[in-house]
């Protein structure tokens, strides 16, 4: 119960009315302490359940601040502006457009809020896999297709969204500190390819002996992780520097971007899109070793 506290279809809605839509806006406090005081009943439960030993409290207050960014995406730039840099305001853009007004996405995004830290009951570092393994055995994904049903979207795509949360939730991390390296989209990449349900999302098949992915899936992956991305790097972060803040959202950026530029060398094809992912660099090297093996490829889900 009190999951379905926090993820219901009127509770969505009342949270979007709360997104922020002009510089210095900010969620009503009373709101947010509602949100933090049925957060708390979820941890308290989980403590309960699990045995776990983690600050129930700490982290009832991580999930209102997850939650607090999250709604404050809307005046993203305004917060933490970053002139003269078009990476930032293309990063920005992707994040405001891919949510919008929708319900279900505001819905599949609060749904990663509440899910992806459960592991952190047991393990303060947290642990993407473990939450996601709870997610299944309390059978959440089913409440979350629930609630998407309730914002009338169809029994297909409210099982997608929640799908998706399953997703994002192994995923969370996917975006490391700043650091210059040309082989970061690649290692993304494959790390997101050797997760059947990322196959799952991108439609990867097998036709006539080539692996295949869905395109605009892809984009939506790409968006979808720019957007948690930005969660997690701007919950809380009012006491850090604005263009600290800023230029982490851009370095997510410049991995998407490179990812972008390899899916249009791919002809939609799997192998074309890893190849493609490598910095030219570690592509030359790559071919000064090719030694007539065939290259590294996720395995077919099911396999």
């Known amino acids: 119960r009190p999951f379905r506290e926090l993820a219901n279809a009127g509770h969505v809605r009342w949270l979007m009315g709360q997104r922020a839509s002009r510089a210095g806006e900010a969620p009503d406090d009373e709101v947010m302490a509602e949100v933090e005081r049925r957060a708390l009943d979820l941890w308290r439960g989980i403590a309960e359940f699990t045995g776990g030993e983690g600050d129930v409290q700490a982290l009832a207050g991580e999930t209102r601040a997850a939650v607090e960014a999250a709604l404050q995406l809307p005046i993203l730039a305004e917060r933490f502006p970053l002139p003269d840099e078009p990476r930032y305001q293309a990063a920005v853009e992707m994040v405001v457009s891919h949510l919008g007004d929708d319900p279900a996405a505001w819905a599949t995004l609060l749904g990663w809020i509440l899910v992806h830290p459960l592991a952190r009951m047991l393990r303060p570092e947290g642990d993407p896999e473990l939450s996601r393994s709870w997610m299944d055995e309390w059978r959440l994904g089913q409440q979350l297709a629930g609630v998407m049903q309730e914002l009338d979207e169809e029994e ?35 790390s997101w390819l050797r997760d059947g349900e990322v196959q799952r999302f991108l439609q990867v098949n097998r036709h006539l002996g080539v692996l295949w992915f869905n395109g605009e899936s892809f984009e939506q992956l790409l968006a979808w992780m720019m957007a948690i991305a930005a969660v997690r ?71």
């Open 156 to 190: 297909g795509a409210a099982w997608w969204s929640a799908g998706t949360v399953k997703v994002l939730v192994k995923h969370q991390a996917w975006c490391p500190a700043m650091e210059e390296d040309e082989e970061r989209a690649y290692q993304v990449l494959t």
């Open 233 to 303: 790097i701007t919950a809380g972060a009012e006491a850090e520097g604005e263009e600290d803040v800023a230029r982490a959202i851009v370095a997510c950026y410049e991995v998407v971007e490179r990812l972008r530029a390899a899916e249009a060398a791919s002809d939609y094809q799997v192998v074309k899109l890893m190849e493609a992912a490598k910095g030219p660099a570690a592509s030359a090297r790559s071919d000064a070793r090719q030694t007539g093996a065939a290259p590294d490829r996720p395995k077919e889900r099911g396999a």
